[in-house]
């Protein structure tokens, strides 16, 4: 496996890259495969809108209403900021993809959802609670990101995404387009060094660390589930499965997602040291068959955003039937993502905005609580995080908002 490893020079050129702005600019010196770093906090926080305003939320069932209003005291969420998205270095504006949060900072992946290719990822520090600033952000020319996962002491940051195959110097009978890369960081700044390697299938999903590897998902033809080192990103066992959508870890193996025949979901629940992969076939298609599709496993429970089908939550322990929690919202649009934290389950639908459930009780699989918010602004939601304390909504194109679970 071929393994692209750059250090960024710096140079004393001006270079115009959209929302990096003009100075402190780090680049490759190679054609293909560019990434430009800035440090320009000034320029890069005029993306950042503090808000710092009570979340009202909606306390109907159905579809998404802007009126009747209504926030309880067990419910209570403050909506801190919005942020925009980055450009592109023809001033197309980028959309957000991916969202992790670890120790007070918050990072923020994002691709061009269209031909060419480019991509970002944003750091924010958010110790001060009521003002998030943006500290780094990278911006990829040439590639698409669509997620990224961060090691537990922040200063190693790794991505999957892709790009257009006939621009890369791989070679292309064992790669075709997608990536996974790896970025380090320094006192909440991206350095100038980059790790790559090229993966046999179109697009990187998703990703996740475990231990001394990652996974990733990777589709769709010619796609599966690969295990990683993370010494060199060279691959060490991987899954054969077209259509892999999503994958995260559990307590000692690894869950992922696909569909069957581009349609059909199937949880695969896999143990690479033994080469030994499980999977558990749902009853339902899925549309559309190229949505988000995240999985999340918190608390012994796995929960799908499944598209048209809703959210649904599976707690694999042997029993007879896994199915825990079920929400569809019947909304206009479908569940693109979801995460959980204690209480509440959180789901990214699109045009409708952001669901807040609170969890299932057993044996009942529906939620009691059903709460909604869209800050009527007509943009899409496609992914939401969660570590318990911050809410981060991802709206595509229209950036990120930064909420706060108050209660």
């Not at 926030?71 to 959309?95: C, M, Q, R």
């Not at 909604?372 to 909504?393: M, P």
Request: proline content about 3%; charged content about 25%.
């Amino acid at each position: 496996m071929k393994t692209l490893k750059i250090i960024l020079n710096v140079t004393l050129m001006t270079v115009f890259l959209g929302y990096l702005g003009s100075c402190d600019i780090l680049n490759t010196g190679s054609e293909n495969n560019q990434i430009s770093v800035t440090n320009d906090l000034q320029k890069l926080n005029e993306r950042v809108s503090i808000v710092n305003e009570p979340v009202e939320l909606d306390t109907t069932s159905g579809q998404m209403s802007t009126a009747g209003m209504a926030k309880g005291d067990d419910h209570t969420f403050t909506h801190v900021a919005t942020v925009s998205s980055p450009l592109d270095v023809n001033e197309n504006s980028l959309s957000a993809t991916s969202i992790e949060i670890r120790a007070n900072k918050i990072y923020v992946s994002y691709h061009l959802n269209s031909n060419p290719y480019a991509g970002a990822i944003d750091i924010f520090d958010v110790k001060d609670e009521s003002n998030p600033t943006i500290t780094s952000s990278v911006y990829f020319s040439d590639t698409d990101v669509n997620a990224l996962e961060i090691e537990e002491n922040g200063k190693t940051l790794w991505y999957a995404g892709g790009r257009d195959v006939s621009k890369t110097d791989y070679n292309e009978d064992t790669h075709k387009g997608a990536v996974v890369g790896e970025l380090k960081i320094d006192k909440d700044a991206f350095e100038d060094y980059r790790k790559e390697t090229p993966l046999p299938s179109y697009s990187g999903n998703a990703l996740v660390d475990h231990s001394r590897q990652l996974y990733v998902a990777s589709g769709a033809t010619g796609g599966g589930f690969f295990e990683l080192s993370k010494d060199d990103l060279s691959i060490i066992n991987q899954f054969d499965v077209d259509f892999a959508k999503y994958i995260d870890r559990r307590k000692d193996d690894i869950i992922g997602l696909s569909l069957m025949n581009g349609e059909q979901a199937k949880f695969n629940i896999m143990d690479f040291k033994k080469g030994e992969m499980n999977g558990f076939e749902t009853s339902f298609e899925v549309t559309p068959p190229n949505g988000k599709n995240v999985i999340e496993h918190r608390a012994a429970i796995t929960y799908g955003a499944f598209g048209n089908q809703g959210v649904k939550g599976y707690k694999f322990d042997g029993g007879e039937d896994p199915l825990v929690y079920e929400f569809d919202p019947e909304g206009e649009d479908v569940a693109n993502a979801v995460s959980a934290d204690g209480k509440y389950v959180y789901i990214a639908h699109g045009t409708d905005g952001l669901f807040i459930t609170t969890q299932a009780r057993s044996p009942n699989k529906e939620p009691e609580g059903i709460y909604s918010w869209d800050n009527d602004d007509q943009s899409s939601a496609n992914f939401v995080k969660t570590d318990g304390k911050f809410v981060i909504l991802a709206n595509g194109t229209d950036g990120i908002k930064i909420l706060k679970r108050d209660k």
